[in-house]
């Protein structure tokens, strides 16, 4: 594969986090060529879900030297982590190469491009997905297998991509409001629990609801103001949503926090506040947020760190 000609029928996930695990899992059980594109190596890739306990035979691989050109390259990264998939994107992207970034956030194509060679076909998700890496190469899915795709014969090609795996893959022609309408779900879970050290379970507190509710009224009136169509609906069917949920379900940034790595605040709260900024809207509630996640990024539960 070094003369640039992809792999046929070949995917390369970017990322051994709990997503990008849990994707490599889904496609290599259908019958998928998956590679596992890791930082730090790691023996087994092992998947807990409700069907039990399974060991994927992906092929791991920690040094972009060792591989070549891809049909597909789904990146996984944290979205403050997507220039270092670089190398990666050297080696794994050939001329017919479909580059999908499935990140949080908002304009993940966009964070992309400056790292890929001009022409190359990228494709942003967005992804419904509680899952935790507990352990490295240990995952653990807690509920929901749904993406999005904007509509177009990319997007079809990528929902035929994973046929007959859990995901239920939907194209969308209005991305902007899908994007903003799970940044409206991620700017207020992901801080909630990361701060508070709590999971899901903790919006049954009223005054948890009634601090996400304040907190999301901010954020839909900078999404319509980004073309997005946010409404008060799309926040209660959100917050209902939680209230829902049961078991151990938390949030990626939750998961980060405990285990003392960097938080994503900045791509997700810092989306609503650069937005904000652009249109001159005030949203006190995130800011205070933001400078609170801030402080507690890359720290342990214990502060150190």
Not at 48 to 69: H, S, Y
Not at 276 to 301: E, K
């Amino acid at each position: 594969m070094a003369d640039g000609t992809s792999q046929a029928g070949s995917v390369a996930v970017i990322g051994s986090g709990g997503i990008g695990g849990y994707l490599a899992g889904a496609l290599e059980r259908v019958g998928r060529d998956v590679t596992l594109c890791v930082r730090t190596p790691f023996d087994r890739l092992v998947v807990t879900d409700a069907a039990g306990e399974r060991e994927v035979p992906v092929r791991i691989v920690a040094d972009p030297a060792e591989i070549g050109p891809m049909d597909w390259v789904l990146v996984t990264t944290k979205a403050q982590d997507t220039a270092g998939a670089a190398p990666w994107f050297r080696r794994l992207v050939g001329p017919r190469t479909r580059v999908v970034v499935v990140q949080n956030g908002v304009g993940q194509a966009e964070r992309a491009r400056p790292h890929l060679a001009e022409g190359t076909l990228v494709l942003p998700a967005i992804i419904y997905c509680s899952v935790e890496r507990t352990a490295p190469g240990r995952i653990t899915h807690h509920g929901s297998t749904k993406m999005t795709v904007p509509a177009g014969p990319d997007g079809a090609a990528f929902a035929e991509l994973f046929a007959g795996t859990p995901f239920e893959i939907t194209q969308e022609a209005d991305f902007v409001t899908v994007a903003w309408r799970k940044l409206l779900s991620n700017a207020v879970v992901n801080p909630i629990t990361a701060l508070t050290l709590r999971r899901i379970a903790i919006f049954n507190d009223p005054a948890i609801q009634d601090l996400a509710r304040g907190l999301m009224d901010e954020v839909i009136r900078v999404a319509n103001a980004e073309g997005a169509r946010l409404t008060g609906e799309d926040a209660t069917r959100i917050l209902e949503g939680y209230r829902r949920m049961t078991g151990d379900g938390g949030s990626s940034m939750l998961y980060d926090r405990l285990a003392g790595r960097p938080l994503e605040h900045a791509h997700l709260t810092g989306a609503v506040i650069e937005a904000a900024g652009r249109h001159g809207i005030d949203v006190p509630l995130n800011r205070a947020i933001l400078a609170l996640a801030g402080a507690v990024s890359g720290r342990g539960f214990d502060g150190r760190e």
